[in-house]
């Protein structure tokens, strides 16, 4: 791992601790990171709970023991996580996440297909508070994530009324008769799958 740090400060009070810094690593490992855990659990992915990571990078602020990033980004396998938001010296949280699926993690996760536009990535956003062993993510639970699919699929069905795909030449053959499915109830049924009550 690599990268910078100029501050200065107390050592015995974190909130004196002024300056800048940067962080760079590649080609590293992660092992079930609190932060991103709970978005694996939701979406049927715990096989990426861990592995490697492919690059790391980010720079901050560091203002009264709180570092503040725009650009705190961690690539793997699985996809790639962005942290924009305050990340303090006590290990404190205070920010946003987003999760942007590969699509080797897509293929494997019914409900990422659901909530993906293109059938081959997905993202999920979310707010995250708390400390980096302990997060906490403020309104985001397998309803909220049910409304990102539907949202999703609204968007898919406005895609496909603005942008019509071209018109295949009329067959002389008569196609046998589709049965039409409600995507919004696809989804709920998938869900549903996923997300079942304790008994």
Request: charged content about 20%; aromatic content about 6%.
């Amino acid at each position: 791992m690599g990268g910078t740090l100029k501050a200065d400060g107390d050592i015995e009070t974190l909130a004196s601790w002024n300056g800048n810094g940067s962080l760079l690593m590649q080609n590293g490992r992660y092992n079930t990171p609190p932060v991103v855990t709970p978005f694996l659990s939701l979406v049927n992915l715990k096989e990426f709970s861990s592995g490697d990571i492919t690059e790391a990078r980010g720079t901050f602020l560091l203002r009264q023991g709180i570092m503040t990033t725009n650009d705190l980004n961690f690539l793997s396998s699985a996809g790639r996580a962005e942290y924009r938001g305050d990340v303090g010296l006590d290990t404190s949280l205070k920010g946003n996440i987003t999760i942007r699926f590969a699509p080797a993690a897509v293929a494997k996760s019914q409900v990422l297909r659901q909530i993906s536009l293109d059938g081959k990535t997905a993202n999920i956003p979310s707010r995250v508070e708390g400390t980096l062993l302990a997060p906490s993510f403020p309104g985001f639970n397998a309803g909220k994530l049910l409304e990102l699919g539907l949202q999703r699929q609204g968007q898919k069905i406005l895609q496909d009324i603005l942008n019509p795909r071209s018109k295949e030449p009329a067959s002389t053959e008569t196609a046998p008769a589709t049965k039409k499915t409600d995507p919004t109830k696809e989804l709920l049924k998938g869900l549903g799958n996923l997300f079942k009550r304790k008994r």
